[in-house]
């Protein structure tokens, strides 16, 4: 009895082992075994036994044959069986697939759109079918003349749900009546020279939008006989919709609905609002290294992203600025940059960092003026005081604290810009204790509607607190040409700057940036 009880145990024994790959006791410590999935993160069996998630990595895995089951929640539990040799490298790929059903809705109204978190929004006729993964969803359905329906419903597995869509006639409203910009300037080239009137509508019915002058005469700008969309929008050039020119000053927008409303907001027609002809370096407008005297207008603001090549070396960088109004003629522009450097071999990265503030108004009809301050500082690099070729300097400004005023004159096509400023740091940027060099430089620029191109030299003393004269010892001279381009119906501007610097030794530098003026 006691033999055929120790027969029974040892053969549970053996047919355990064999589920269980015990029976696979042979290993090797270059014997791998590596489960993925397509979802990381789903959990693996094997032989029964939870090992772990994906990705698994088995080492050393024991040799023969293994089964595998890959599950995770809301997806089918997918199996192999996998042989793995001795010596090998064995990986396994299993791709989940999602337990979903299908929801159909009826009763839809022409052009409906229905809106379910994690799918694309799906437009149908009168009604639709759309597949979706098993348990709860909210789905939004929304049609032009009808008030918004949102519910929840529960998808079961492989089953098909129906959702009647229940819409009600929506009354007509007009709402959200708005201009793009509180000031602008029809100059401008571009989109920088047009305003738009915007606003939404829930139904069919109509609407008349009115411009009403400085002076207050009235002009009919655009009018909708019957509204087919939600949104709705009217485009200005700013000039006087009778004569054609230009009238400045605050003009009212008025927006008459046929359900009886009346809606307004007003805009400022303002020759003053100017944008720099170029691009901007150091975080701030300018012509290369020169300095516009333009100010970024209120309400406006920039982020470009570059590639420069000063001496051959590339270096990504981002700058952004933004403009604001200060009080009447005054406005504010705000920026800031950062490049990296990659430095030399052996050197180390190093990252450049620029911070600037400047004032400008206009002085007279044609002419701007600006004044400024700018620190410009350097981070890492092979040498603890940043004074060898890897530190972050860019290579035609100094770094350190900088102040400095700047004026443009532009006339029709041109403009031209005068910048003098003073600069205390050493190479890191610091203003204690270090350095002391004036700077002057000068542009010349042409604007052909979306194109600008504008010509620069800078010249800047050296160190003035050791007795030195302009252009001897560490004093520089540098000149290069800037242009901008701004790409037609759009707020993109491609800008592109090469440049040469004269001092002790020769350096060659040029930069490519895209960015948006808004």
């Given at each position: 009895?006691?033999?055929r009880?120790?027969?029974?145990?040892?053969?549970?024994?053996?047919?355990?082992?064999?589920?269980?790959?015990?029976?696979?006791?042979?290993?090797?410590?270059?014997?791998?075994?590596?489960?993925?999935?397509?979802?990381?993160?789903?959990?693996?069996?094997?032989?029964?036994?939870l090992?772990?998630?994906?990705?698994?990595?088995?080492?050393?895995?024991?040799?023969?044959?293994?089964?595998?089951?890959?599950?995770?929640?809301?997806?089918?539990?997918?199996?192999?069986?996998?042989?793995?040799?001795?010596?090998?490298?064995?990986?396994?790929?299993?791709?989940?697939?999602?337990?979903?059903?299908?929801?159909?809705?009826?009763?839809?109204?022409?052009?409906?759109?229905?809106?379910?978190?994690?799918?694309?929004?799906?437009?149908?006729?009168?009604?639709?079918?759309?597949?979706?993964?098993?348990?709860?969803?909210?789905?939004?359905?929304?049609?032009?003349?009808?008030?918004?329906?949102?519910?929840?419903?529960?998808?079961?597995?492989?089953?098909?749900?129906?959702?009647?869509?229940?819409?009600?006639?929506?009354?007509?409203?007009?709402?959200?009546?708005?201009?793009?910009?509180?000031?602008?300037?029809?100059?401008?080239?571009?989109?920088?020279?047009?305003?738009?009137?915007?606003?939404?509508?829930?139904?069919?019915?109509?609407?008349?939008?009115?411009?009403?002058?400085?002076?207050?005469?009235?002009?009919?700008?655009?009018?909708?006989?019957?509204?087919?969309?939600?949104?709705?929008?009217?485009?200005?050039?700013?000039?006087?919709?009778?004569?054609?020119?230009?009238?400045?000053?605050?003009?009212?927008?008025?927006?008459?609905?046929?359900?009886?409303?009346?809606?307004?907001?007003?805009?400022?027609?303002?020759?003053?609002?100017?944008?720099?002809?170029?691009?901007?370096?150091?975080g701030?407008?300018?012509?290369g290294?020169?300095?516009?005297?333009?100010a970024?207008?209120?309400?406006?603001?920039?982020?470009?992203?570059?590639?420069?090549?000063?001496?051959?070396?590339?270096?990504?960088?981002?700058?952004?600025?933004?403009?604001?109004?200060?009080?009447?003629?005054?406005?504010?522009?705000?920026?800031?940059?950062?490049?990296?450097?990659?430095?030399?071999?052996?050197?180390?990265?190093?990252?450049?960092?620029?911070?600037?503030?400047?004032?400008?108004?206009?002085?007279?009809?044609?002419?701007?003026g600006?004044?400024?301050?700018?620190?410009?500082?350097?981070?890492?690099?092979?040498?603890?005081?940043?004074?060898?070729g890897?530190h972050?300097?860019?290579?035609?400004?100094?770094?350190?604290?900088?102040?400095?005023?700047?004026?443009?004159?532009s006339?029709?096509?041109?403009?031209?810009?005068?910048?003098?400023?003073?600069?205390?740091?050493?190479?890191?940027g610091?203003?204690?204790?270090?350095?002391?060099?004036?700077?002057?430089?000068?542009?010349?620029?042409?604007?052909?509607?979306?194109?600008?191109?504008?010509?620069?030299?800078?010249?800047?003393?050296?160190?003035?607190?050791?007795g030195?004269?302009?252009?001897?010892?560490?004093?520089?001279?540098?000149?290069?040409?800037?242009?901008?381009?701004?790409?037609?119906?759009?707020?993109?501007?491609?800008?592109?700057?090469?440049?040469?610097?004269?001092?002790a030794?020769?350096?060659?530098?040029?930069?490519?940036?895209?960015?948006?003026?808004?």
């Open positions: 009895m006691k033999t009880g120790l027969f029974f145990y040892c053969a549970l024994f053996l047919l355990t082992s064999v589920n269980h790959g015990i029976a696979y006791a042979q290993t090797d410590d270059e014997t791998t075994l590596t489960v993925r999935s397509d979802i990381a993160g789903a959990e693996v069996f094997i032989n029964g036994a090992a772990g998630k994906t990705p698994l990595v088995v080492s050393p895995a024991k040799i023969g044959l293994w089964k595998i089951a890959v599950a995770m929640n809301g997806y089918y539990t997918e199996e192999r069986t996998v042989r793995v040799e001795k010596g090998k490298e064995t990986e396994v790929l299993i791709a989940l697939r999602r337990i979903t059903g299908m929801l159909k809705i009826e009763n839809l109204p022409p052009k409906a759109v229905v809106s379910i978190q994690g799918i694309p929004p799906r437009s149908g006729g009168e009604e639709t079918l759309i597949q979706l993964p098993e348990g709860p969803h909210t789905v939004l359905i929304r049609a032009f003349g009808y008030a918004d329906v949102q519910t929840d419903v529960k998808i079961t597995r492989e089953k098909e749900t129906l959702l009647k869509a229940e819409m009600q006639p929506a009354a007509f409203e007009a709402t959200g009546f708005k201009a793009s910009k509180k000031s602008f300037n029809p100059g401008n080239p571009g989109n920088l020279g047009i305003a738009a009137f915007s606003f939404s509508v829930s139904a069919p019915g109509s609407a008349a939008l009115t411009l009403e002058s400085p002076g207050g005469e009235r002009f009919e700008l655009a009018r909708w006989d019957e509204f087919g969309g939600w949104d709705q929008e009217a485009v200005w050039d700013g000039l006087n919709p009778r004569t054609g020119s230009l009238e400045e000053g605050v003009w009212t927008a008025i927006l008459s609905a046929s359900d009886g409303s009346e809606s307004r907001t007003q805009i400022e027609v303002d020759s003053a609002v100017s944008y720099p002809a170029s691009g901007f370096s150091a701030m407008s300018a012509a290294p020169v300095a516009s005297g333009t970024l207008p209120a309400e406006s603001k920039t982020m470009q992203f570059e590639l420069s090549a000063p001496a051959g070396r590339i270096q990504p960088g981002a700058t952004a600025a933004l403009g604001w109004r200060v009080g009447s003629p005054w406005t504010l522009e705000t920026g800031a940059q950062a490049v990296l450097n990659p430095g030399e071999p052996g050197e180390g990265p190093s990252v450049r960092a620029a911070f600037s503030v400047k004032g400008g108004r206009p002085v007279l009809k044609d002419l701007r600006a004044f400024y301050l700018r620190h410009m500082m350097g981070f890492g690099g092979s040498d603890d005081d940043g004074t060898d890897g972050a300097g860019e290579i035609f400004l100094r770094n350190g604290l900088a102040a400095g005023c700047a004026a443009d004159w006339k029709g096509l041109f403009a031209l810009t005068a910048d003098l400023s003073g600069t205390k740091g050493d190479a890191r610091n203003p204690m204790e270090s350095p002391f060099t004036l700077s002057f430089g000068a542009a010349a620029a042409v604007r052909i509607k979306l194109f600008s191109a504008a010509f620069w030299l800078r010249g800047e003393t050296g160190n003035l607190e050791n030195a004269s302009a252009f001897t010892g560490d004093g520089t001279a540098s000149f290069g040409l800037t242009n901008r381009l701004l790409l037609p119906g759009t707020n993109l501007a491609i800008n592109g700057t090469i440049g040469r610097m004269i001092g030794t020769r350096i060659d530098s040029i930069s490519a940036s895209f960015g948006f003026l808004f």
